[in-house]
């Protein structure tokens, strides 16, 4: 299974704190309507850029992930740390980046 996936740096207003999210929903066709989509159920005070984006192949059954890819729209995500945020989610798969493909 493939999902398109956006990279959102995370802006706390009042601290100025960042941190980064990978967001993907499989109703989404374009990394945009992700990040619109990810802005409505954010929090006030929270300001979300898109940094670009990716996709992500998904063997359940094998439990293997690959991040690859890019978005047209706003280019290539740094692959590198949408696999730490995922391995600190999925502790027991096998998670790696390429940058080759669209």
Known sequence: MTENVAEVE???TSTKDKKYVVRGYYRCTFHDDILQET??????????????????????????LLVY?????????DHSIA???????YPDYHIDFSNEGY
């Open 10 to 12: 995370v802006t706390d």
């Open 39 to 64: 802005k409505s159920s954010a929090p006030s005070g929270l300001k979300l850029k898109c940094v670009g984006g990716g996709r992500i192949k998904h063997d359940d059954s094998g439990k293997d």
């Open 69 to 77: 890819g890019y978005s047209q729209g706003y280019g290539r995500a």
């Open 83 to 89: 696999v730490e945020l995922l391995k600190q989610k």
